[in-house]
């Protein structure tokens, strides 16, 4: 159970602010399809979103497909439809399995769009698509990680950026370079990538992690040269966190992406 009162935000159990209820036959063009693959995790998500929420309106169209029941058994096909009405996923909880498999549909088929895939977090637990076109990078890589793992990630073309080496600016730098060859992207954003002393509420315990502003500067960075074309917020475990960071960051990240991503492609 989660270790919280009933609302730990004081708020009613409801969609992600500015949202309405709906179902994938709702979902057109240009539409930001959010809906949950961790009941738990998406509840904190949305609690967080809405007790810290000052807009009364959307800046564009946003629709919450509630939660999937069988997630893994769901996904593709929900992520295949969505993409097919030419709308973007934001999928709240999940684990790398379910990362990977929002890559995959996402990114992985030969026919799919071009894409630039930008992974936060201490692991390489995500695997990168066998077929389509990308370009990758992970940011934040912390400790030991296994041979295989980073000989997979290194293998299909993805960076490593590891935390202990972390610099903005040459971060800023190489993230330009990439938008400059592929502008569209997918942004997954392990909440474990934070240092455990911020924020608890992860999977991970990360010791020497990235700091919350950090994280939500690298955010703000992609979404200034990045067309996203999703978002995925992994690993969130609100239990372990009773103060509630990691959500409240999960939280902010989607409404970075939701609503600065529309400010700068009306520019």
Same mark, same amino acid.
């Given at each position: 159970m989660v270790a919280r009162l009933i609302h730990r935000h004081a708020v009613a159990d409801r969609c992600f602010p500015g949202t309405r209820t709906g179902q994938l036959a709702d979902v057109t063009r240009g539409d930001i399809a959010i809906f949950g693959v961790d009941a738990v995790a998406a509840l904190a998500i949305r609690d967080a979103a809405n007790a810290h929420s000052l807009r009364a309106e959307a800046s564009r169209r946003r629709i919450d497909l509630g939660n999937l029941g069988e997630a893994s058994d769901q996904l593709p096909a929900i992520l295949h439809d969505i993409e097919a009405r030419g709308a973007r996923p934001f999928m709240l909880g999940g684990d790398p399995e379910l990362g990977t498999a929002l890559i995959d549909a996402l990114a992985g088929r030969p026919d799919s769009v071009p894409q630039t895939i930008i992974l936060l977090s201490p692991r390489l637990d995500i695997r990168l698509p066998q077929a389509g076109t990308f370009q990758a990078v992970a940011i934040g890589t912390q400790r030991l990680i296994g041979l295989s793992s980073y000989n997979a990630w290194r293998d299909a073309g993805g960076i490593v950026a590891p935390a202990a080496a972390f610099d903005a600016d040459c971060v800023e730098t190489m993230l330009t370079a990439m938008a +400059?060859?592929?502008?569209?992207?997918?942004?997954?954003?392990?909440?474990?990538?934070?240092?455990?002393g911020y924020?608890?509420? +992860?999977?991970?315990?990360?010791?020497?992690?990235?700091?919350?502003?950090?994280?939500?500067?690298?955010?703000?960075?992609?979404?200034?040269?990045?067309?996203?074309?999703?978002? +995925?917020?992994?690993?969130? +475990?609100?239990?372990?966190?009773?103060?509630?960071?990691?959500?409240?960051?999960?939280?902010?990240?989607a409404e970075r992406v939701a609503s600065q991503g529309h400010g700068r492609q009306a520019v």
């Open positions: +400059a060859k592929v502008r569209t992207a997918l942004l997954l954003v392990d909440l474990a990538v934070i240092d455990t924020a608890a509420g +992860a999977w991970l315990r990360n010791v020497g992690g990235l700091s919350p502003m950090a994280v939500l500067d690298l955010v703000d960075k992609t979404i200034s040269q990045f067309d996203l074309h999703g978002l +995925a917020l992994l690993n969130l +475990a609100p239990e372990r966190d009773p103060r509630g960071h990691s959500e409240r960051i999960a939280a902010m990240i």
